[in-house]
């Protein structure tokens, strides 16, 4: 039962990114999100780390999506500003570059892949704590910076001019 879930939850997701980056308004993008990010937490679940399952469900999907939804509506572009989209020679180059790339990954993947059975605390609170704390403190606290250089440069668009 376990892999049928994997390959549902995952077909899920992968639908779901690609509706997030199809959809001509934004806040559809923003609702294809987080049925990703709900169905990526799924996944999370099926691997034993619940912890993440949670974290991933009530900082991105709950708090982040949210901030994405506020900017959306304190910017509030019109419906007929919203651009048009156009089948071109580019977006079929684009297309196409991606599914190389996504080849690519998937043989490289395959190549190097880890070993099968993960750790057995991979997926606790203090493995994730170990790891934020030391491993990735820079690139936890670029994002933080990053995330609030978004917000500041939302607020500065979205400021009437006098």
């Known amino acids: 039962m376990e892999p049928i879930l994997f390959m549902l939850f995952g077909a899920i997701a992968v639908g779901g990114a690609i509706m997030v980056v199809t959809r001509k308004h934004p806040m559809a993008s923003a609702l294809y999100l987080i049925l990703t990010l709900f169905s990526v937490a799924a996944l999370f679940v099926l691997r034993q780390a619940h ?5 991933q ?5 709950g708090a982040i999506v949210v901030l994405f ?5 304190l910017i509030n572009v019109p419906e007929n500003r919203l651009p048009v989209e156009r089948a071109t020679v580019m977006r079929l180059l684009g297309v196409i570059a991606a599914g190389l790339l996504i080849l690519e990954t998937a043989l490289l993947a395959r190549r190097f892949a880890m070993p099968a059975a993960p750790a057995a605390d991979s997926g606790s609170v203090q493995a994730v704590g170990r790891a934020l704390f030391t491993d990735y403190l820079l ?6 910076v990053l995330l609030l250089a978004a917000v500041i440069g939302a607020i500065t668009l979205a400021k009437k001019k006098i």
């Open 51 to 55: 912890f993440l399952a949670a974290i």
């Open 57 to 61: 469900v009530i900082v991105y999907a």
């Open 69 to 73: 939804i506020f900017v959306i509506m």
């Open 139 to 144: 690139a936890f606290e670029i994002t933080s």
